[in-house]
């Protein structure tokens, strides 16, 4: 017996499949040179995306990074519109203006992603405080990368949301490169959690491959914050498959390393894996699955393809309200 | 021994590897800080095999703490070094505004005492969006106790690195992304560039466009498409912003008494409005119309190309300017 049910784990995968699809489409897209400025591909990191946004209630608040596709598709964006808005596309969630690094929908509960590393806990700290001050049952989640955690600003946001009490979940997308940096190169005192106990809110360090063990501690945080108990950190270490950035092929990881995570730890293998063991799933709902997947996303490029560019005569539109003079 | 293969000129990039190279063996206090720059030679392979050459005491990777690689900058040069603070994109000093505008730039007001800090950053549109196409350069420029260098091809880069290397005071040293891999000539390793010395890139008779950086390109297109219509027209680069060639900038306006000042930064508060502003003070009587001004719109930059392409001064835009200048 199990004790997920049947129509999360058909989500969950489902979703972690969408993001894989998305996200090895989007990589050849870019090559193709259809994507102008290239993307941060999110493939190998789908079970922190959709083990957190799972846990959180649709109106609940995201403040993310430049590597976000999988968060936004994970909060249940459209492979359309993010896949418009890479091509920079008007019918693009950021109507074509933000590109890969700039996807996001307040109205939706996404504050953005960011090309400012480092920037998204604070938007989100600052929605948190904006709940609280509503007195709003939601929570607000910021996604941090293991080399977003050396700045300052980063802990700064922490810290007030330690002392306020704030209905913030830091997330920590540890995927345990910063561009060619390998984490521990650059993190004084080791686990990244340990930073969180000295500021005094609850931090673990978990597997971030496993969808359901992020769910379950995003779900403890989200009590926590929803309860006026404050913030918690997340540590979710993760790998990404990819380079930095669309291209890249750097030396400085083995490819035996990321064939280890590849074959030994994927996201989707191991939870299809436990999801067929414990009787969730079957093997055709799973080719099914993938099946629907890519016509989703096949669906997404034609969309894109297809959709007109911004009108240049809009660039001055939305500078300012218009009270300050802008159009 | 600089990474271009043979017979080739090395490219924007490579030339400031060679000019750093060259400084280092002459000042061992030298050093780079800055994120992936070991390994990758940093983003735009800009000191891509100095470590191999000369150790990791001259090329120190780090976390991505903006803040505290400007404060390690400037305290280890307030210490007697003189490092090169590599910010990536200049977009990212904005995290270390504090430590650049109130604490780099102060000190020697404050204290008396040298500042030899270089803060590296490329700078300028391209493709990547609002958060990765930011002109900041107005901004530093307005910022006393600050020079800013701004070359736009790979002489300029050498001379001008090597120039700040040797600087007493804190430089800003913005490389424009679009100029990455444009191959030249450079200079040898006693060919410095002074601060505040403009440089002609073309003589003209009938009017002047004064700029810097990859708005030097845009003038030389636009060059040549006036120059088919009999249009002769001068291109003066800045190569710093400051110290500003004020003599260079009065003598086109005396000369042509027809000018266009030009960059890619928002126009409004701009140092393109300092430069119209104070030679027309300085020589009123010699100008036979207002000068022009082009820039950018006062909006942030779009990820999409075409409205980033836009924002910025086309050739068009740039020809239509000096066609203006020209009918006074
Ligand atoms: C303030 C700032 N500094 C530097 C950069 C350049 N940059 C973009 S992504 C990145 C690495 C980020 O690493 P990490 O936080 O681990 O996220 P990941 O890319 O691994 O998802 C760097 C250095 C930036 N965008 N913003
Ligand atoms: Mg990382």
Known sequence: ??????????????????????????????????????????????????????????????????????????????????????????????????????????????????????????????????????????????????????????????????????????????????????????????????????????????????????????????????????????????????????????????QDEILDWKTNRDPIDLFIARATSEGLITDSEVAALRDDVKKEVEDAVDFAEKSPQPDLNSILVDVDSGLLGGK | MTTSTQNQNP?????????????????????????????????????????????????????????????????????GLHPIIDLNFIDFSLGAMDEIINQAAKIRFMFGQPVPLVIRATSGTALGGAHHCNSLESLFAHTAGLAVAVPSNAWDVKGLIKTALRSPDPVIFLMHKKLSGVRGEIGDENTLIPFGKARTVKEGKHAAIITYGFTVVTAQKAAVALASEGIDVEIIDLRTLYPLDTDAINSAVQRFGRVVVADEAPMFGSITAEIAATATEANFGSLKGPIVRIGSVRAPISA???MSEAAIPSVDAMIAAVKKVVAY
């Open chain 1, 1 to 254: 017996m199990s004790n997920l049910s049947k129509e999360w784990a058909h989500s969950s995968l489902r979703g972690m499949m969408l993001i894989r699809e998305f996200e090895e489409t989007a990589d050849k897209l870019s090559l193709r040179g259809k994507i102008p400025g290239g993307i941060h591909n999110s493939s190998g990191q789908e079970a922190v995306a959709v083990g957190v946004l799972s846990a959180l209630d649709p109106l609940d608040v995201i403040a993310t990074t430049h590597r976000s596709h999988h968060h936004t598709l994970a909060k249940g964006f459209s492979a359309r519109e993010v896949m418009a808005e890479l091509f920079t596309k008007s019918t693009g969630v950021s109507r074509g203006r933000g590109g890969s690094m700039h996807l996001g929908d307040f109205h939706r509960g996404h504050f953005g992603g960011n090309g400012i590393v480092g920037a998204g806990v604070g938007i989100a700290m600052g929605a948190a405080l904006g709940i609280q001050q509503r007195g709003d049952a939601k929570v607000s989640v910021g996604f941090v990368g293991d080399g977003g955690v050396n700045t300052g600003r980063t802990w700064e946001a922490i810290n007030m949301a330690v002392i306020w009490k704030l209905p913030l979940i830091v997330i920590i997308d540890n995927n345990q490169y910063a561009v060619e940096t390998f984490v521990d190169r650059v993190t004084g005192g080791g686990d990244i959690a340990k930073r969180g106990e000295g500021f005094g809110l609850p931090s673990y360090t978990i597997n971030g491959q496993d969808v359901v063990e992020v769910n379950e501690y995003t779900a403890k945080a989200r009590q926590r914050a929803l309860a006026g108990e404050g913030p918690t950190i997340i540590n979710a270490l993760t790998y990404r498959y990819y380079g930095h950035n669309v291209g890249e092929k750097g030396q400085y990881r083995t």
């Open chain 2, 11 to 79: 490219t924007y990039s490579e030339a400031f590897q060679s000019g750093v190279r060259e400084e280092i063996y002459r000042n061992r206090d030298i050093f780079i800080l800055g994120t992936d720059l070991i390994e990758r030679g940093g983003h735009f392979a800009q000191v891509k095999g100095i470590a191999q050459e000369f150790g990791f005491q001259h090329v120190k990777d780090s976390p991505i703490s903006e803040a505290a690689m400007v404060s390690a900058g400037l305290g280890a040069a307030m210490y």
């Open chain 2, 304 to 306: 999409n190309p075409g």
